[in-house]
């Protein structure tokens, strides 16, 4: 198995003055560890200090939540993917639940916010997962290979295999309820066969997370399941002592 990938979804906590006290915090009880990467997504005001919090520890790397899928121009709020590289994030969440369900993002959105991180030299995270109607309606894995496909649909081969996917069932995201690490498995093996056709020599390479409640009791069942490559985490990444506690198991 590659190393784990741990990653910290902030939403929208922690402006820069929490930031660099979570950082404080969090660095003394995280000394670097070479068999895993740990990851940061903070909002995009608190990245530059992010980056400087990190600026010593060349082992744990910062995203964007989402940008823009254009480089530049006039779209009042938002952040665009050469932006983020600029001030120091070397990744973007890519579809994320709240983006699609809150903002209403669309597929060929996140294809085409996919495809802007190519451009930019910034690794998408792209997420993708089922609400619970389409869960009971037996849809989980139309659902989630539709995302996937459609995500990856602007992009060559060679670019799919330097992205991280994200499952994230939606029902499991900020609910307490988490997939089993055997439902967990079973939908990233069908993400992995899925992998195998849009990145042929590569789709090993690529990391798939699982996402949704994961704390510090169910952490290490959810990355022990087969399949299972790291964990993306966001209620319990935002307490320091927490997250050191479930990126050092
Ligand atoms: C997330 O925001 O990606 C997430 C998985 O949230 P939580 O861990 O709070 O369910």
């Not at 330097?162 to 307490?176: D, F, L, S």
């Not at 299972?228 to 479930?246: H, M």
Request: charged share 25%; aromatic share 6%.
């Amino acid at each position: 198995m590659q190393r784990p990938v741990l990653a910290a979804n902030w939403k929208m906590h922690h402006g820069p003055t929490d930031a660099r006290e979570f950082l404080r915090t969090f660095l003394q009880y995280y000394p670097r560890h070479g068999d895993r990467q740990v990851l940061f997504f903070p909002s995009a005001i608190s990245l530059p200090a992010v980056v400087e919090g990190l600026r010593d520890r060349s082992d744990i790397r910062v995203g964007v939540q989402n940008i823009h899928w254009e480089d530049k121009g006039a779209f009042t709020g938002e952040i665009s993917a050469p932006m983020a590289r600029d001030a120091g994030a070397h990744l973007a969440l890519v579809g994320h639940s709240e983006r699609r369900h809150v903002f209403g993002e669309t597929d060929d959105e996140t294809a085409r916010k996919v495809a802007a991180c190519g451009r930019a030299h910034l690794v998408p995270v792209l997420c993708v997962g089922e609400t619970l109607a389409e869960r009971e309606a037996g849809e989980t894995e139309a659902v989630v290979l539709r995302q996937l496909r459609t995500g990856f649909s602007l992009v060559d081969a060679a670019q799919v295999a330097h992205a991280i996917v994200a499952y994230e069932p939606v029902w499991a995201i900020g609910t307490g309820r988490t997939a089993t690490p055997a439902d967990a498995s079973a939908v990233h093996r069908a993400i992995r066969e899925e992998l195998k056709q849009l990145a042929p020599e590569r789709h090993r390479a690529i990391p798939i997370l699982y996402g949704g409640s994961v704390n510090r009791g169910n952490a290490a069942s959810l990355l022990a399941a087969t399949e299972v490559d790291g964990l993306l985490v966001g209620g319990a990444s935002l307490d320091a002592e927490g997250w050191s506690a479930i990126v050092r198991a």
